[in-house]
């Protein structure tokens, strides 16, 4: 088939070649051969070939007096040239004939042409009389709909060439337009304008709430323009997506009159079998929502907006589960409805469960943030439960915002401490250091804290196999407070001692010098000292003195030397002082 391929390509350079030799100079050729061999580069450049030649051919097609040879020009310039290569500057002349002249077909080839390629040189030259083509009454709905698209295009790449000044007016002109095309197209014109500058379009905004009210009300909507019973769902969008631009609506009649608009919205949406009706029902419910969410809306409609979105996230289809705890979520970040959205707490926590992970990551970001004082333990729970079954993608995430919310809504600090624990037990390799640096701080701060964490951290080390950073959390606290459990069973220096050296060999040479410390510790707490424990510890010392670590070597050769002193190893190794608060 490659062979094939090749044979064809060849065939057309070939039959190309014919019409750049002398005797066959492209002028000589007819207008149909021309377009033709035309055809021919184009087909060449769409097999993935590199066509650097032909250009200039291309480009003089634009200027034929006929159609199909004027075609073939606009569209292989279009498809060959970009908007920074020099051919097009001998073009600009004849697509501006044709874009002033009076042939339509000639006028949308050139719109065409320009919306597709932009550039400045085309901006400065064009963007006026593409202008007058918008705005001009006797130009068929047609062209006006490409010379708005053309002007948008235009106006993306070089807003400088909108006059702000002039054209206000006229676009608050076209908000009156009857034609549904026109207006479409001038509505994805207007958002691009008051996106970058809505001070300038007020005088659009009243006309924005006109059109949502004619779409609403089905009136005056052609049938081409209604999709599934809804009328211009497009138009809609966009109409709602240009107000979501102006910080406020002063007039409180247009006001009302929006907000009229949004509850016949909010109130005529439902799920439906028919999944293109869907799609564009929710396209326009979505938009509502946010449209609602930016103005500010009275707590009544927030929350209607909730009970609906409510609905949306129980249902079958994804998509639609998927925006509902999406938009459930932006409307945590604008507006006080926390209570509301509490009462579909079970729903969210059974997406956690959902076959798909974007629903589980929106899942996880609404429980985030709809999390305080009166549901922490009930959604902390929920999500430690989740970890062990959680996908590798999630887990880092997950333990992160366990975390936060464990510490920002304790109801106590030893449910703080259990949390952390359990995070580092499930997940250990994506729970990061800050967090057991954390609960460490809590605990040497919080002296009637102490006796439990060593309890818990001394539990945890009877477990066959568990995390490095469990060993090293759990070393570091018994280390500090371990002597706090001497009178509780299996919780002697030389028991404590025993489980926690069992760990080391399945710890990596970061974590030994936690131990040591740990040791060291221990060692310095079992007064009076017991021979055979101390004798123990100093032949671990004395193995890792030698160790090729510094770090390691060197708290091994100290700490023996000290220990060796007896009281300077109190003084020296005595409990940590708190920890400076941390600055909110």
């Excluded at 002249?101 to 390629?117: H, K, P, S, Y």
């Excluded at 083509?133 to 130009?139: A, D, G, R, T």
């Excluded at 235009?154 to 206000?168: I, T």
């Excluded at 919310?405 to 729970?431: C, H, M, N, R, T």
Aim: charged fraction near 25%; hydrophobic fraction near 40%.
């Amino acid at each position: 088939m490659s062979n094939l391929k090749s044979v064809k390509v060849c065939f057309y350079y070939s039959s190309l070649a014919v019409s750049y030799c002398p005797q066959n100079d492209f002028n000589g050729l007819t207008p149909y051969e021309k377009k033709k061999y035309v055809w021919k580069m184009l087909y060449i450049y769409m097999l993935g070939y590199d066509v650097d030649f032909g250009h200039m051919e291309a480009v003089s097609l634009i200027s034929a007096p006929k159609y199909p040879e004027k075609q073939v020009g606009y569209i292989v310039t279009s498809c060959l040239l970009n908007e920074n290569h020099d051919f097009l500057r001998l073009a600009i002349n004849t697509v501006r004939n044709d874009i002033i002249g009076r042939n339509e077909t000639f006028q949308c080839l050139a719109l065409t042409m320009v919306g597709n390629i932009g550039g400045r040189e085309f901006a400065e030259s064009l963007a006026p009389d593409v202008q007058k083509l918008l705005i001009s009454s006797s130009c068929r709905p047609l062209v006006r709909k490409k010379a708005a698209l053309c002007l948008l295009r235009l106006y993306r790449k070089n807003p400088d060439v909108v006059n702000v000044d002039g054209w206000a007016d006229r676009m608050a002109q076209l908000m009156d337009e009857r034609d549904l095309g026109v207006l479409t197209s001038s509505m994805s014109l207007l958002v691009a304008l008051v996106s970058n500058n809505h001070e300038a379009y007020w005088s659009c905004l009243p006309k924005c709430v006109k059109v949502l009210e004619r779409l609403a009300r089905n009136q005056d909507v052609p049938q081409e323009y209604t999709y599934y019973g809804i009328p211009s769902p497009w138009l809609q969008v966009k109409t709602m997506r240009a107000l979501q631009y102006f910080p406020t609506i002063e007039d409180p009649n247009t006001r009302r009159s929006l907000f009229e608009v949004l509850q016949r919205i909010l109130m005529g949406t439902d799920v439906v079998k028919n999944v293109n009706k869907n799609n564009a029902s929710h396209a326009v419910l979505f938009e509502a929502l946010a449209l609602v969410m930016h103005l500010d809306a009275e707590k009544e409609m927030m929350s209607q907006c909730v009970a609906l979105l409510g609905k949306f996230i129980a249902v079958r289809e994804p998509n639609i589960r998927y925006l509902g705890l999406e938009n459930m979520t932006r409307m945590l970040m604008v507006t006080d409805v926390q209570d509301i959205i509490k009462r579909h707490q079970s729903q969210i926590i059974t997406s956690l469960k959902d076959p798909d992970i974007s629903i589980r990551r929106r899942a996880l970001d609404l429980l985030y943030g709809m999390c305080d004082v009166s549901n922490a333990k009930d959604i902390v729970e929920e999500l430690l439960q989740y970890l062990s079954t959680a996908e590798f993608a999630m887990r880092e995430e997950l333990s992160l915002k366990a975390a936060i919310l464990a510490e920002k809504f304790a109801p106590d600090l030893s449910w703080y401490v259990d949390v952390i624990l359990q995070l580092i037990d499930k997940a250990g390799d994506f729970v990061s250091d800050d967090i057991w640096f954390r609960v460490v701080q809590f605990v040497t701060n919080n002296e009637d804290l102490q006796p439990y964490a060593a309890a818990k951290a001394r539990e945890y080390l009877d477990k066959p196999a568990i995390h490095e950073t469990m060993v090293k959390v759990s070393a570091y606290i018994l280390g500090e407070f371990g002597h706090l459990l001497a009178r509780r069973p299996g919780c002697s220096p030389k028991e404590l001692f025993s489980i926690i050296h069992e760990k080391l060999p399945s710890i990596s040479t970061s974590s030994i010098p936690i131990l040591l410390s740990t040791y060291a510790k221990i060692l310095m707490h079992t007064q009076p000292p017991d021979p055979e424990l101390q004798n123990q510890i100093w032949a671990i010392f004395n193995k890792y003195g030698s160790c090729i670590d510094v770090e390691i070597q060197q708290r091994a050769i100290e700490y023996f030397a000290l220990s060796s002193k007896g009281a300077a190893l109190m003084d020296i190794l005595a409990e940590m002082p708190k920890f400076p608060e941390r600055q909110v």
